[in-house]
């Protein structure tokens, strides 16, 4: 029998040469595949002989660049909780789950690290799989296509230049390398306090990244037109946390993130809605619980 290994019939990595592998309490790993430790196809060369007239052409071996990408990968910084997401795993539950996939999907194989490329911005309400699709679309690019790129959450991001104060470090040793990145992702955009401050590393971050021509992807769960937010049902005792709460997530996104900044997302993506009406975790856990999911 003919050796195994090494081909699209490998059922760990499907041919792909790299397995990604969720670790709880880290980002999200890959690693070579087993079938890739020495390649049988190229010799290690990279390029493979394709029998062609007049003559042999040489072709790219898929195991081209493989551990440069993925070493790309696992520098994303992608949480564990999501670490599995790609597009293949990325389930389409209503009409805007598939305009979602199609847009970032478009993005992704439309990339091209020498000119700019718009991004994209995902909008509407927690666990319809905004941070999903993020994450698959960094996923493709790095692994794929040998693209560096970044993920943060940006309230993480505050507090990690919050620290670096504590530790005399400017902000700037915190933003350089997300400043940098050729393609960066910002989660839970809008969910800081909004201060003076928060803004203005915001708009420090994406003005930089938007004057260098490098692309940003977002995602937020404020709504990018006015819209009423229903009361929960079933609630009687109106707190006034609860009130607080509700008019926070009637607030649209430019008011969130303030005007200068948002007519700057206008300019650097195209807004896409992802809200398909209702929580997909709650039916996934059946208990309401973001369990392992995300966003
Ligand atoms: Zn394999
Ligand atoms: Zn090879």
Redesign the pocket.
């Known amino acids: 029998m003919a050796e195994p290994?090494?081909?699209a019939g490998?059922?760990?990595?499907?041919?792909?040469?790299y397995?990604v592998e969720q670790v709880l309490g880290h980002t999200a790993r890959a690693r070579r595949?087993?079938?890739?430790a020495a390649c049988p196809s190229c010799g290690g060369s990279g390029y493979l002989l394709v029998s062609s007239v007049p003559s042999p052409v040489a072709q790219v071996c898929p195991c081209r660049h493989l551990d440069e990408r993925i070493s790309l990968f696992n520098r994303v910084g992608i949480p564990a909780a999501i670490a599995l997401a790609s597009f293949d795993s990325f389930r389409s539950w209503s009409p805007d789950h598939a305009a979602s996939k199609a847009a970032a999907e478009d993005f992704a194989h439309k990339f091209r690290s020498d000119q700019p490329t718009k991004g994209f911005l995902l909008y509407g309400r927690p666990g319809a799989g905004k941070t999903h699709l993020l994450s698959a679309a960094l996923r493709y690019l790095s692994l794929e296509k040998r693209v560096p790129c970044r993920y943060v959450e940006f309230m993480l991001l505050l507090s990690d230049i919050r620290a670096g104060f504590d530790s005399n470090r400017g902000h700037m040793e915190v933003l350089r390398p997300l400043i940098q990145v050729p393609v960066l992702a910002i989660d839970e955009l809008g969910k800081e306090r909004g201060t003076d401050w928060e803004r203005s590393m915001l708009d420090e971050l994406i003005s930089r990244r938007f004057n260098s021509g490098l692309t940003t992807l977002f995602a937020t769960n404020y709504f990018v037109e006015d819209r009423a937010v229903p009361e929960t049902p079933g609630r009687v005792v109106r707190t006034r946390s609860a009130e607080f709460q509700r008019d926070a997530e009637s607030m649209t996104l430019a008011q969130r993130v303030g005007d200068r900044v948002y007519s700057r997302l206008n300019e650097m993506c195209v807004f896409v809605k992802l809200d398909p009406g209702h929580d997909l975790r709650k039916d996934r856990t059946g208990s309401g619980s973001a369990g392992f999911w995300k966003g």
């Open positions: 290994s090494h081909s490998c059922r760990e990595c499907s041919g792909t040469g397995v595949c087993a079938c890739y």
